[in-house]
């Protein structure tokens, strides 16, 4: 047997440590002499190193205890499993519980930058609402109605769209542009420093669309904040009303320019 100063040396931990296992129960020292001092035999440092080995396996002293108290009603190895399993289906609620907050905490970032500002009850209704959904690959989808007119294909690309909260590189682009069209909300929308704006934003949203101008523009009026059906979080209705307009005077340029390639052709 050797002393718990020994031991602790040891195994490299403090004698407080080993007197706090004592006082909850998991480390009994085996012989306690009348001077006070503790010694502990092979079978209590094996008792240790379990203790230790849960613990590394994110096992509380409270779990190790019950764990310990458990081995005498049923087999040893039979305890262990199913604590083990227990402990599994822990850390996957905690991983889950993790993504979640690391999900919510990025779709926050986003809306402050699409936004512009943060409106902490919105945020809070948005919240409580995707506690109730699924987190598929550490992100909650959109959710598209079944019954929308589009094909197959087209409901394809957007489910494959860029996700608020998630860390696509698309979706940073596009809040960029957003917060430059924040920016020149008090320019007339067919100057032409706003119309090359309205050219960047059109090029990016296309091949988010992949091509696709006419589910494009179906999409657009899908996630309005005027409609009931908010897809997106944090639209801005200031903003996008905003960006109608500019897109309204950029296809209208287009169109002039298509006529005069035409005539000219």
């Given at each position: 047997m050797i002393k718990i100063g020994q031991l602790a040396k040891k195994i490299g931990i403090s004698k407080k440590t080993l007197y706090h296992y004592e006082n909850v129960g998991i480390l009994k020292p085996s012989l306690i002499k009348d001077n006070g001092y503790r010694y502990y035999d092979e079978q209590a440092i094996s008792q240790l190193q379990r203790i230790l080995l849960l613990k590394s396996i994110g096992y509380t002293l409270e779990q190790i205890k019950i764990l310990f108290d458990s081995e005498s009603e049923t087999g040893e190895n039979q305890t262990w499993i199913h604590s083990l399993s227990e402990q599994v289906k822990l850390i996957e609620a905690e991983k889950e519980r993790l993504s979640r907050l690391q999900?919510?905490?990025?779709?926050?970032?986003?809306?402050?930058?699409?936004?512009?500002?943060?409106?902490?009850?919105?945020?809070?209704?948005?919240?409580?609402?995707?506690?109730r959904r699924t987190l598929v690959n550490g992100i909650i989808p959109a959710r598209f109605d079944e019954a929308l007119e589009i094909t197959k294909e087209q409901k394809e690309i957007l489910e494959r769209l860029p996700v608020i909260g998630s860390d696509d590189p698309r979706l940073e682009e596009i809040l960029s542009i957003f917060n430059e069209v924040r920016d020149i909300l008090h320019m007339d929308p067919k100057s032409n420093a706003v119309q090359q704006i309205a050219h960047t934003l059109y090029i990016k949203t296309l091949e988010l669309f992949e091509g696709d101008e006419e589910l494009m523009n179906f999409y657009w009026e899908l996630i309005n904040p005027s409609s009931d059906n908010e897809l997106v979080l944090g639209m801005n209705t200031e903003v996008t009303a905003y960006i109608d307009k500019m897109f309204f005077h950029y296809e209208n340029n287009k169109a002039k320019k298509e006529e005069r390639k035409e005539k000219n052709e």
């Open positions: 999900y919510y905490l990025n779709a926050t970032i986003h809306v402050i930058k699409l936004k512009g500002h943060l409106e902490p009850q919105e945020m809070l209704d948005v919240i409580e609402d995707l506690n």
